[in-house]
């Protein structure tokens, strides 16, 4: 069986919901403290023993390149100020994994983003992580999950977690067999049904492991809601030549594609911060009592 080596990391959106910051920002740099949330979601990937990143993006997001990049103006002036450990920083951050970058011409849904890493995939399993979901889990990162599931397998995974009926239409939508506990095998899939249509609570979340035949399905696929191409849809399109498997990835998920999720996860990463917790907390207090005042 084949390991999976490659991600695929689909960063070209707007991110219109945070205008007009990413209007000149991408919202995968809009920082977690000190790091962009696309640190996290390359280093949860790095962790589980990915050795290449793609990058799917857009004309806007540059800044992502630069990001990864080295930055010898940057290392001369810090050197110049003796500050090797933070030019050591920066050069991890470069080295962490070999990172290619590709173009999606056309802003056309998450399953064209992914089609368009085929040529740089080849004909080999491979990981899909959002870039604006974090999920933190430091002893079993959340895509390390779905690759274990691959490997007892050997076909696609997608990761899922559990969501309240009403909220059901704002997901894709599985629905399976439990084979192992946790793991599904997939039975039927939905892109953000009705509720009343829903044909359980369990919704897809930004994690995939996907076998190449994922490629020839996406290109079949007609396009769905919204006029895009549907990664789910193309999914359900696989169903029908071999079996997927979902999992519950185990973590705590924040969805910083929205103001409230993107608040919530700079509060948690300041929590547990050593170097900022103590002073923050008291900030916090201070606000509650303010608001609990009127």
Do not use: W
């Not at 000190?34 to 962790?47: L, M, R, S």
């Not at 704002?170 to 946790?182: H, L, N, S």
């Amino acid at each position: 069986m084949q390991k999976v080596r490659k991600a695929v990391i689909p960063v070209a959106g707007f991110g219109t919901r945070f205008l007009p910051a990413t209007k000149s920002t991408p919202k995968e740099m809009m920082p977690l403290i000190d790091k962009p949330i696309i640190h996290y979601i390359v280093e949860e990937a790095v962790n589980s023993g990915i050795e290449t990143i793609i990058f799917v993006t857009g004309r806007h997001k540059r800044a992502i390149e630069d990001y990864f990049d080295y930055y010898p103006e940057l290392e001369q002036v810090l050197k110049k100020s003796g500050k090797e450990q933070e030019i050591e920083k920066l050069r991890q951050i470069s080295n962490m994994a070999e990172f290619v970058y590709i173009r999606q011409k056309e802003q056309l849904g998450l399953g064209h983003a992914v089609l368009t890493a085929e040529r740089l995939v080849g004909d080999e399993p491979f990981a899909v992580l959002l870039g604006d979901e974090v999920i933190k889990n430091k002893d079993y990162p959340g895509i390390k999950q779905l690759i274990d599931v691959y490997h007892q397998f050997g076909k696609s995974v997608i990761g899922t977690m559990e969501v309240p009926r009403e909220d059901v239409s704002k997901y894709g939508i599985v629905a399976g067999k439990e084979v192992v506990d946790g793991i599904k095998l997939v039975e039927k899939l939905v892109e953000k049904p009705p509720v009343e249509e829903a044909p359980s609570t369990s919704a897809i979340i930004g994690r995939y492991v996907l076998t190449p035949d994922i490629f020839e399905a996406l290109k079949k696929t007609p396009l769905g809601k919204g006029g895009e191409l549907q990664l789910t849809d193309g999914l359900a399109l696989l169903r029908n030549k071999e079996v997927i498997y979902s999992k519950d990835v185990e973590g705590l998920r924040h969805d910083t594609g929205n103001k409230i999720g993107y608040l919530e996860a700079i509060l948690d990463f300041a929590l547990e911060r050593e170097d900022v917790r103590e002073e923050f907390i008291k900030i916090l207090m201070e606000k509650c009592k303010e608001i609990e005042k009127g």
